[in-house]
């Protein structure tokens, strides 16, 4: 059985830094295309991060070069460190498992995640 757990959130003010964790049981994270999404409250999940089983990173603008995907394959463990926090950044950040190893940005088939971290960004 897969299965995804989150962790790592709280509250950091603006400029800060958090680094999620999401620990993977059922399969091996280093075999799969995984991803970081985020959903704050009223809106839809928004992609943030991903890596394939090749290792090559994929970000949107709109974290580009604040947040850094990476795993240990031997923890089974994907990570998400995400620096310079923004208010704007405050949401609920889920890990996924893609069905295939190799990454595809067009996919947005996010059922396959955890429960969840709350990452507030406030002052």
């Known amino acids: 059985e897969v299965q995804l757990v989150e962790s790592g959130g709280g509250l950091v003010q603006p400029g800060g830094s958090l680094r999620l964790s999401c620990a993977a049981s059922?399969?091996?994270?280093?075999?799969?295309?995984m991803s970081w999404v985020r959903q704050a409250p009223g809106k839809g999940p928004e992609w943030v991060s991903g890596?394939?089983?090749?290792?090559?990173?994929h970000y949107p603008d709109s974290v580009k070069g604040r947040f850094t995907i990476s795993r240990d394959n031997a923890k089974n463990t994907l990570y998400l460190q995400m620096n310079n926090l923004e208010p704007e950044d405050t949401a609920v950040y889920y890990c996924?498992?893609?069905?295939?190893?190799?990454?595809?940005?067009?996919?947005?088939?996010?059922?396959?995640r955890g429960q969840g971290t709350q990452v507030t960004v406030s002052s």
């Open positions: 890596v394939g089983s090749d290792g090559n990173t």
């Open positions: 059922g399969f091996t994270v280093g075999n799969y295309a």
């Open positions: 996924v498992k893609h069905i295939g190893s190799v990454f595809n940005p067009r996919d947005r088939n996010y059922s396959n």
